[in-house]
């Protein structure tokens, strides 16, 4: 079946390293991703990570991927105010479709 | 290059009216996605367009309807407006290629229906 989940709620100091956590269920998906979304917004892409790899990183993002464990999780580095934000992560089930299954989200605050 | 542009952007409607959203893609663009955010079901599909032809279609009942011009504008409709179509609907456009499905999301509609 198609569920993924995440914690609700995440609150971190300033400067410390933030991880959300993703857990999914069907493991067909062919691609990985994460999602960022601020107050009144709609959806920014962060990055994405395809299932046969362990880990990417980009900048302050480090994207872990534990298949046998359907687990995946985003880690910012230096967590600025400016992270503040509800962040999905989402699947997709198949090449040369749009169709994505998104988590339930996490809000991160960051507190100075 | 502009965005993903939706019209309107707030609305507020009675139950029973209809409803008609709007979708601009990224220029060249020619897969636009639409979802259905509210804080009890998160981001639902509900469906999918490409060259004027629906791809995909998520779980909603036939009140919610799409269709996509040959410009790759797309536009939804809901009739028979109910209480629990209150919601943020996003568009999405994308280029739908062999690789990952990257998509560039609108600001959303948010719909409110009394």
């Known amino acids: 079946g198609e569920d993924v989940e995440q914690s609700l709620f995440l609150s971190v100091r300033e400067g410390d390293s933030s991880v959300i956590n993703c857990t999914y269920t069907d493991s067909s998906s062919t691609y990985l991703y994460w999602y960022k979304q601020e107050p009144g917004a709609g959806l920014q892409l962060l990055t994405y990570?395809?299932?046969?790899?362990d880990m990417k990183q980009d900048q302050r993002l480090t994207v872990l991927l534990n298949k046998k464990d359907k687990h995946l999780s985003l880690r910012i580095a230096d967590t600025q105010t400016g992270d503040s934000a509800i962040y999905f992560c989402a699947e997709d089930l198949s090449y040369n479709t749009d169709k994505l299954i998104f988590g339930t989200g996490t809000r991160l605050q960051v507190f100075p | 290059k502009a965005g993903v542009t939706q019209t309107p952007r707030y609305l507020i409607k009675t139950r029973g009216q209809q409803v008609t959203l709007s979708c601009s893609p990224i220029?060249?663009?020619?897969?636009v996605s639409w979802y259905q955010q509210t804080p009890g079901q998160g981001l639902q599909f509900l469906f999918e367009y490409f060259s004027e032809t629906q791809r995909n279609k998520g779980n909603f009942p036939g009140r919610f309807s799409g269709r996509q011009f040959s410009n790759s504008r797309s536009e939804m409709n809901v009739s028979t407006l109910e209480l629990g179509d209150s919601a943020l609907y996003l568009c999405?456009?994308?280029?739908?290629?062999?690789?990952?499905?990257?998509?560039?999301f609108g600001a959303g509609s948010r719909l409110t229906v009394l």
């Open positions: 990570i395809f299932s046969n790899m």
């Open positions: 999405a456009s994308s280029l739908l290629g062999s690789g990952a499905n990257v998509l560039t």
């Open positions: 220029s060249g663009h020619r897969s």
